[in-house]
T-cell receptor, first 119, second 110 residues
Framework: EAGVAQSPRYKIIEKRQSVAFWCNPI?????LYWYQQILGQGPKLLIQ????????DSQLPKDRFSAERLKGVDSTLKIQPAKLEDSAVYLC?????????????????FGAGTRLSVL | SQQGEEDPQALSIQEGENATMNCSYK?????LQWYRQNSGRGLVHLIL?????REKHSGRLRVTLDTSKKSSSLLITASRAADTASYFC??????????FGQGTRLTINP
């Protein structure tokens, strides 16, 4: 099966500019995640979608970040306006919808990410 | 916030040696997973261990889980140069949420 597709791979912008990232998950995966990974750290969840609904956006800086998954397939993440501290890799991941029992767990499949540099 | 804390932060060993990485976490979990990330790439799932399991094997990987100590370890046996990467533990919380640790950077020297 095709993997998670992300674009662009790299983006350089000036602070206060806007930027958008695109993600196409694995076909049939109901759940989509956006993570922010700052250099030297682990990924931090920004937002989680189940189909086209938001499950968790508690760590999304909503004053400047927005995300949508209108048709329950691909998704866009936008930053407006960007700050220097937004420089990071933005990772998209997807997983199958599993049962409500967390004991079964879920395996997440990641895209290659978009490396954002804010100057 | 980060849930897991990996130890050590960086590890450098000779090819053929075994590599052990540890992960500690703070809250109750449903499962714990380990992922690998090569430089400039996304994360790749390695292995999942459920909260009612104590040990799991997959090829050259061995994972243990001690829920009483809230800790896990990942052992890679007979390391190869291709194992050079960052390794992250991730705790499964709720139905589908994962919280990642800071990672261990593993370097295998030829």
């Amino acid at each position: 099966e095709a993997g998670v597709a992300q674009s662009p791979r790299y983006k350089i912008i000036e602070k206060r500019q806007s930027v958008a990232f695109w993600c196409n998950p694995i076909s049939g995966h109901a759940t989509l995640y956006w993570y922010q990974q700052i250099l030297g750290q682990g990924p931090k969840l920004l937002i989680q979608f189940q189909n086209n609904g938001v499950v968790d956006d508690s760590q999304l800086p909503k004053d400047r970040f927005s995300a949508e998954r209108l048709k329950g397939v691909d998704s866009t993440l936008k930053i407006q306006p960007a700050k220097l501290e937004d420089s990071a890799v933005y990772l998209c991941a997807s997983s199958r919808a599993v049962g409500t029992s967390g004991l079964m767990g879920n395996i997440q499949y990641f895209g290659a990410g978009t490396r954002l540099s804010v100057l | 916030s980060q849930q897991g804390e990996e130890d050590p932060q960086a590890l450098s060993i000779q090819e053929g040696e075994n590599a052990t990485m540890n992960c500690s976490y703070k809250t109750s979990i449903n499962n714990l997973q380990w992922y690998r990330q090569n430089s400039g790439r996304g994360l790749v799932h390695l292995i999942l261990i459920r909260s009612n399991e104590r040990e799991k094997h997959s090829g050259r990987l061995r994972v243990t889980l001690d829920t009483s100590k809230k800790s896990s370890s990942l052992l890679i046996t007979a390391s190869r140069a291709a194992d050079t990467a960052s390794y992250f533990c991730a705790t499964g919380q709720g139905a589908q949420k994962l919280v990642f640790g800071q990672g261990t950077r593993l370097t295998i020297n030829p």
